[in-house]
């Protein structure tokens, strides 16, 4: 399931400011992009709103792909943020948080160019976690007939990305871009432009869309007849005397990046929309006639499938070969409890953060006596009171003489999916949620027969030293 290999998370090495305006707004805006911690992913902070709300770069967010992609969360909106996306995932930035004091991220030139560069600049930095790489076990298909939108995630052993438009333009054609890994994006892919068609643009401007568009930051194709009234209109919203039409039908003899710039920078807009998956995965992306409207659509595809693997990614695998890291007389010298209430059989595995024990549920159990006869059910407090015992021998310190009880404090979001029956081999997995503080213990309890999750819940307990008898 995991990358080949062992990589890192990233973060930068310092803050970057960057200024601009919106393309979509004309808003003058500032971000400021800050280092920030492991696993905290890529966050957005309105710091012009009271409470400075934030939202996380995440597809369950989006709430717009009107000609960009827009986010919102607990009163946190931001739009056009495809492009800064894009250059994150290309510079492997995965921690970030980003201070705006506007709606829109600055359009700058219409590409990923100055954010790669501003990164590039201040440095990226490695930090001490692993980053976890998931790579898809199947297809993943998106069809919009209407749009004639088809997109593909194949299983594929890197980040490799296909993008094929067309759009009935004599000017543009039909055009292709690909990458065959995310390395290359920093060179092929990050400096290419924003584009729109002439007749969209005069559109765009009498409904005030595009008040912060210059005619530099974005190519502006030309694949009808024009007069010289519209260019001469056109001339005046973009402040600029001397608007004319390329041969090619390109606006204003902006120089081309590379002949396919159109298609590449949709293929820039696919890796800045399906970076909101919100976990780093490989896969073949192939993706005809993108747009961000179908670019989320698939993203909410990839991130279900990935959360399926993840799930059973999280289930400990039980091997009744395996030397228990402590055997049930071990367990006896740390826990208070005995028979008949010692519900742990086994310790599989003990870390300072999370332990996995084994409790083997038999018809001998006292209760099932009197625990409806004739239809044994290992009661669901007793699976809590197991998980209980379990975590406390992360709680509880070892190598001393010293007794220590557990005492609850609270359950919470206790979870009773399956029933547990004789025969069945309980996987008790417990997690610290924060580091113990006075003897307060939180942790969160999945309990597995198999690969099935039975129970879960957040435990909150309290240690306490035994007086010396």
Request: aromatic content about 8%.
């Amino acid at each position: 399931m995991n990358s080949n290999g062992h990589s890192f998370q990233h973060t930068i090495k310092q803050p970057i400011s960057i200024s601009g305006a919106g393309i979509h707004t004309g808003q003058s805006v500032t971000i400021n992009i800050l280092p920030a911690d492991v696993n905290a992913g890529i966050v957005f902070k309105r710091v012009d709103l009271p409470g400075k709300p934030t939202v996380k770069a995440d597809v369950d967010y989006v709430v717009e792909t009107n000609r960009s992609t827009t986010l919102e969360h607990n009163g946190a909106r931001v739009s056009t943020i495809e492009h800064l996306m894009a250059a994150m995932v290309g510079m492997q930035v995965d921690n970030a948080l980003i201070e705006i004091n506007g709606e829109e991220v600055p359009i700058l030139d219409g590409s990923s160019q100055p954010f790669v560069e501003a990164f590039e600049k201040v440095g990226v930095l490695q930090q001490d976690a692993e980053k976890i790489y998931y790579t898809i076990e199947h297809n993943i298909t998106f069809v919009d007939e209407e749009k004639k939108v088809e997109m593909v995630a194949l299983p594929y052993s890197e980040y490799r990305i296909n993008t094929l438009i067309d759009f009935n333009s004599p000017v543009l054609g039909t055009q292709h871009a690909a990458i065959k890994n995310i390395s290359e994006f920093k060179e092929q892919v990050a400096s290419c432009r924003t584009f729109c068609f002439f007749h969209e643009l005069e559109w765009l401007i009498s409904n005030n869309l595009i008040k912060g568009g210059d005619i530099n930051n974005a190519i502006v194709v030309v694949d009808k007849e024009v007069t010289d009234e519209q260019v001469e209109r056109i001339s005046k919203v973009f402040n600029k005397k001397d608007v004319h039409i390329s041969h090619e039908g390109i606006l204003n003899n902006l120089e081309l990046r590379f002949p396919n710039e159109p298609a590449r920078h949709k293929l820039l807009d696919v890796v800045g929309d399906l970076a909101l998956v919100g976990f780093p995965f490989k896969a073949h992306v192939i993706a005809n006639r993108p747009g961000h409207a179908s670019n989320v659509k698939f993203a909410k595809k990839i991130k279900e499938h990935i959360k399926k693997i993840k799930n059973k990614q999280d289930v400990p695998k039980y091997d009744p070969n395996q030397v228990p890291v402590l055997n049930i007389q071990q367990i006896e010298k740390i826990l208070p409890h005995r028979y008949p209430f010692l519900l742990v059989d086994k310790i599989l595995e003990l870390t300072d953060t999370k332990v996995v024990a084994i409790k083997n549920v038999t018809y001998n159990e006292p209760f099932f006596q009197g625990h409806f006869p004739g239809n044994s059910v290992f009661p669901g407090v007793l699976q809590v009171e197991a998980l209980a015992q379990a975590g406390g021998l992360l709680a509880i310190p070892h190598n001393t003489e010293d007794k220590y009880d557990t005492y609850f404090l609270k359950i919470e979001n206790c979870k009773f999916k399956q029933m547990v029956v004789p025969g069945d081999t309980m996987i008790l997995k417990m997690e610290l949620l924060q580091p113990i503080r006075r003897g307060i213990v939180e942790m969160k309890g999945t309990i597995y027969v198999g690969e099935k999750l039975v129970t879960e819940a957040v435990l909150v307990a309290k240690i306490v030293k035994r007086p010396k008898e």
